[in-house]
């Protein structure tokens, strides 16, 4: 149990929503924001599955990513490594998407379908394919986000994502 700090104004409101004698202050929260079903949908959720990490933590000691070039080719050989190292999390979690494009299909047609300058190209050792017309930054953050949903540690991301 943790202990916060509130103003007054705050907890007289709090406590103005109590139903029941002896109900506390963490019940009444959890109840005005629906905290309950929300955490129950997430529960239900099946938990990523802790991704081993050993070709990503390869090509980064020895230097693989540091060899190449350019960005987009940084980017592929980071997705096609992932794609490696569990297909299945890879799977799940390239359902993410933009706010109006999709970045991962198994098929070209269904990108170019989906905008008019995506530049698809092929995941090496995968049926997967990318959108590559995106800017640095966005191919940080669709690793990033890739990368979260296969359970990847948040240091693995940060140093995976600054080495794009």
Excluded at 33 to 43: P, T, Y
Excluded at 93 to 100: H, L
Aim: a neutral charge; aromatic letters at 6%; proline letters at 4%.
């Amino acid at each position: 149990m943790k202990t916060i700090e509130v103003d007054e104004e705050l907890y007289r409101y709090i406590a103005s929503n109590t139903r029941h004698i002896g109900e506390s202050a963490s019940d009444i929260l959890r109840r005005l924001l629906k905290l309950d079903e929300q955490l129950a949908s997430v529960r239900r959720q099946p938990a990523p599955p802790v991704a081993t990490a050993q070709g990503i933590h390869k090509i980064l000691e020895q230097g693989e990513l540091a060899r190449q070039e350019a960005a987009i080719d940084r980017f592929m050989l980071i997705l096609s490594e992932l794609y490696k190292e569990n297909p299945a999390a890879f799977a799940q979690a390239s359902d993410i998407k933009g706010r109006k494009r999709i970045y991962f299909s198994d098929s070209e047609e269904s990108l170019l379908a989906a905008g008019n300058t995506t530049k698809p190209k092929a995941i090496a050792d995968s049926p997967y394919w990318v959108i590559t017309n995106t800017n640095t930054g966005r191919k940080r953050n669709i690793v990033a986000q890739l990368m979260a949903a296969m359970g990847y540690s948040h240091g693995l991301i940060e140093q995976v994502c600054q080495s794009i």
